[in-house]
Every structure is written in C-alpha cells, then in structure tokens.
C-alpha cells in the first residue's frame, strides 16, 4: 500500500473518530437537557433566592416562556420588578421596560439577579450550543462515591453566556451533577450544582445553586417551581411589539 493511501486511511479514521466522539457528547448533552426541558415549547415558573452568609437577601419570580432553544421570553413577576421582560432571540437580547417605547439590547451575562444571569433562565439547553469532549469518568463531588461522567464543552457561537463549561453528569442517567462556567476571557465565573427531585412522575432539576467565586459568602438559587407546555404567539417574540403589550 503507497504512503499516499496510508495517510489518506489515516485521516479518515481520524474524522470518522472525531465525529464519532462528537455524536458521543452531544448523545450526552441531549440526555442532560431532557432533566431541565420536558417540551420544545414550554413555560417554566422561576423562583431565585439570593443568600449572603446563609441569610435570604433578594427573592423574586419569573415565568419564562420558550419556543425551542433559540427563542425565550422572560416575564418579571415580583413587584419590584413587575411589567419587565427579557427577550432572548438566538444570539440577541433585549430589556423591555413598562417606562419606555424602545427595547433596549443587552448581553446574556447581564445579571438578572444575585449571580443569576439573564443567559441563566433564558437557556435551558447544552444540547447544539456546545461542542466538545468526554475527559473520563470521576467522582461528581470531590472524595464522593457516585461516579459522573466529566465533559468539557466549548461554545459552538459567540453570543452564548459562557464560551467554556466542564460540565460533570451521572453516568448511566446522564443527570446533570455540577458545572464550572468560564466567560469568555476563560475566567472561572461560577460553579452550579444542580439538585434533582421528583416532579411530575419523573426526575427533574429542582434548583440551580450558583456559588459567587469572588463573593464567597454568597450563592443564587434558581428554582424550577413548575414546568407546563405553551405554544407562545410568534408576535410575542417581537421587541417592538413588547413594548406596547401586556403578557400574561
């Protein structure tokens, strides 16, 4: 066989692989994703809880109305906030305030409240955004005896809210354990833990528990209080129609 052919075979076997591995996180990714989405369109009640040294400090609510995983709607329930509205269209975000007649762009990892950002509620998939590689199987926590499987995850574009996340999940169920979340000059911004129950019949992601790498004394709680499907207008993810309209 000539030189030529063997490193023709060879490249080949070396794509055929990386595709192979790739479908291998993306199987995984998609598995992890059915514990935070039960459907394509969906609206989700939100509770955040912010604590300082162990203490509640902010409490506030949010339905978030998805259509996909490139279409969201945030809806500001809580008095101190009530008649704001994120917008999240693919890679685009606006703020629609009840004062104003424009839609004001804003990034996802503006923060909504505590160590909760915008990106955080408005996404609930791994699925297609990331791309990456399988590092092995560990321990989830640190000296515990449940195994995880460890995944580190690249973003597939610009605009996500974390560009790297090493990303441990259950192996087997692929139930998502805990995260490390790198913004986009590779700092670590959080670590998340994510806490499953028993909702409806079937094991779901019950809170997001994001710890402040700076502000050691704090941590956010994302709350998933209900999960229903809605198939939401398509004018209610228009940015100028919002600003003019009522959703409830």
């Not at 449940?146 to 809210?161: D, I, P, Y």
Request: charged content about 30%; hydrophobic content about 40%.
């Amino acid at each position: 066989m000539s030189r030529k052919i063997l490193l023709l075979s060879a490249l080949c076997l070396g794509l055929s692989t990386a595709a192979q591995a790739d479908d291998g996180v993306q199987a995984l990714l998609k598995k992890a994703d059915a514990f935070r989405l039960t459907e394509d369109h969906l609206q989700v009640e939100n509770q955040i809880i912010v604590k300082k040294n162990g203490q509640i400090d902010k409490d506030r609510l949010y339905s978030v109305i998805l259509a996909g995983t490139k279409k969201s709607l945030v809806l500001m329930r809580s008095p101190a906030e009530k008649g704001q509205k994120v917008l999240m269209l693919g890679d685009d975000y606006w703020l629609i305030m009840p004062s104003s007649q424009r839609p004001m762009r804003i990034t996802p990892t503006q923060k909504l409240l505590g160590d909760a950002s915008t990106g955080d509620i408005a996404t609930l998939s791994w699925a297609g955004d990331y791309d990456g590689k399988i590092v092995g199987e560990e321990p989830c926590e640190e000296g515990g005896k449940e195994r995880c499987t460890h995944l580190s995850l690249v973003s597939q574009r610009k605009g996500l809210t974390y560009a790297h996340i090493e990303l441990w999940l259950a192996v087997g169920s692929a139930e998502p354990a805990r995260a490390d979340l790198y913004v986009q000059s590779d700092k670590l911004a959080k670590r998340a833990k994510f806490i499953l129950d028993k909702i409806d019949g079937r094991r779901m992601v019950r809170d997001m528990v994001i710890f402040d790498q700076i502000e050691k004394s704090r941590e956010t709680t994302v709350r998933y209080l209900s999960r229903k499907a809605r198939q939401a207008p398509d004018e209610w993810f228009n940015p100028m129609y919002l600003t003019r309209a009522e959703i409830e």
